[in-house]
């Protein structure tokens, strides 16, 4: 039987709408949307930029708490409201995500509050960081 852990972080939302921000199943790890919160002092900057690092802290300590890292991200789901702010939101990811290299879909749609820039969900599997990786290139 798979071994199962359920990871939050205090949010009131996570309670209210019973969901958990990280839920491992034997190595895989399911993580829910995260937004750019700071976890200490539940202040959300007004930039994306901002959010999106801030988003990428919160989803780092999760997975760290359960042995992982972004280095083991397989797939990012990113969610950008604002279109305008795309460029900067996608810096962040770019510079993250940097040599990971995840599948990745980006969405330019509304977020559940409208004080959110941007959105981050990701699936990990626990170990691949250190598998060995075979880089191929499609020829258009």
């Not at 510079?95 to 941007?118: I, M, Q, W």
Request: proline content about 5%; overall charge neutral; aromatic content about 4%.
């Amino acid at each position: 039987m798979a071994k199962i852990i359920k990871v939050k972080t205090g949010n009131p939302f996570e309670d209210k709408e019973s969901f958990s921000r990280l839920i491992v199943v034997d190595d895989w790890i399911l993580t829910s949307n995260t937004a750019g919160r700071n976890l200490k002092t539940k202040i959300m900057p007004d930039t994306a930029h901002e959010q999106a690092n801030l988003a990428f802290d919160n989803v780092e300590a999760a997975l760290r708490l359960v042995g992982s890292s972004l280095l083991d991200v397989i797939r990012s789901r990113v969610t950008i409201p604002n279109p305008n702010d795309v460029p900067a939101a996608m810096a962040v990811v770019g510079e993250r995500f940097r040599g990971v290299d995840p599948v990745s879909t980006v969405t330019c749609a509304p977020l559940g509050l409208d004080y959110l820039r941007f959105e981050l969900e990701v699936t990990a599997l626990r170990g691949v960081a250190s598998a060995q990786t075979e880089r191929l290139i499609v020829a258009l």
